[in-house]
């Protein structure tokens, strides 16, 4: 069952409401004080992920440290509604903790709602915020302002396995967002598993230079790339039709990904890719690049992926590509910016890691 957001409408996505109403909830074990400080912030440049080994389970980190607090302070009644088993399986929607959309609620209580406290309410903005670098938090903000009323309107959280003790995840979800917490939890995948961003600035249809769209840089930046190749590889750089929005599972290494092999590139495109690449990973805390980074190395580099531009969807009909893909054995990076701006991340070291779309 889907109902349409009452207002701020989004025809592409709406919402979902297929909310659970009964089942078995998660034991507290009580308040864990809080722990750890923040990661420091470093460019991507300066992440060598030397290692192609996932991270040790960690509870240390602010954001996974709040978490742990903020499930303390649940109450048998609130578990009962946001909290499900690391597992946990709904019939219509599947694996619920892998699940990934472009509008949706995990579960009913909005963030804002008094079915939090409000010092309840504060820890879940800690962890929100944790998981963004500092000088993007108000980017962030505007594009919920935009697309949902502002932040803790709309948006709604889960968490999954027993944070502290074994392990978890923290997902928050609503329009145009999903973004997780996980303490390494998942070992393969970076960000925790998919994630998606997006925005609709100034209407839902935008025009070709998306005013005020927060991440509508990215696609510039993309472009620049497109520009620097020459003809014959802009002939297999350029795909017609665009893939369907939800298609991001993993393809694995013997396959052969639209556009043009990124092994063709010359040395000064491949290095202005690598800037995409950091201006990609920029909003996100420093952990979760270098996750990415290390997925990215454990699969091949940037020489096994593709990277696609899409007639279909150019708004404007002026050749500045709204929609574009980075693709790769296990790494899918789909920027879909008409009518107005979709982006699907789902990045891991193993393409075998099952996508919930």
Known sequence: MTQKQPDRLCPDCEAETNWINRREFLRTTGTIALAG?????????????????????????????????????????QKSRICFDWDF???????????VSNNWNITPPSIGSDFFTKDQQQMIREVFEGMYQTEWIKKIDKQLKDDAGGYGKQQSIAIFGHPGI??????????????????????????????????????FNEKADHPGNVFWPQALEANKVYK??????????????????????????TRTYPGCPVSEFSSDQKTELQRVLSMLLEPYRTSGQQ???????????????????????????????????????????????????????????????????
Not at 89 to 99: N, S, V
């Open 228 to 253: 620097m190749l020459d003809e014959r590889h802009k002939k297999l750089a350029l795909v017609e039709n665009l893939p369907l929005e939800e298609s991001v599972g993993f393809q694995g290494p």
């Open 166 to 203: 074994e392990k978890f995840e923290f997902v928050m979800t609503g329009r145009h967002l999903t973004i997780r917490c996980d303490g390494h939890s998942n070992e393969h995948v970076a960000f925790g598993g998919p994630i998606f961003y997006g925005h609709a600035a100034s209407g």
């Open 89 to 99: 399986k709904e019939e219509k929607r599947g694996l619920l903790r892998t699940r």
């Open 37 to 77: 400080v923040a990661a420091a912030s470093l460019p991507v440049w300066a992440m060598a992920a030397e290692s192609a080994k996932p991270a040790a389970l960690d509870f240390t980190s602010k954001p996974e440290s709040i978490v742990k607090s903020l499930f303390g302070t649940l109450s048998d009644s």
């Open 291 to 357: 996750d990415a980074l290390r997925c990215l190395k454990a699969q091949g580099g940037l020489d096994k992926c593709s990277l696609a531009f899409y007639r279909e969807g150019d708004i404007g009909n002026d050749e500045v590509w709204d929609c574009w893909r980075l693709e790769g054995p296990s790494l899918v990076w789909y920027f879909r910016g008409a009518p107005h701006v979709h982006v699907w991340v789902n990045v891991a070291d193993d393409s075998s890691i099952e996508t919930n779309a």
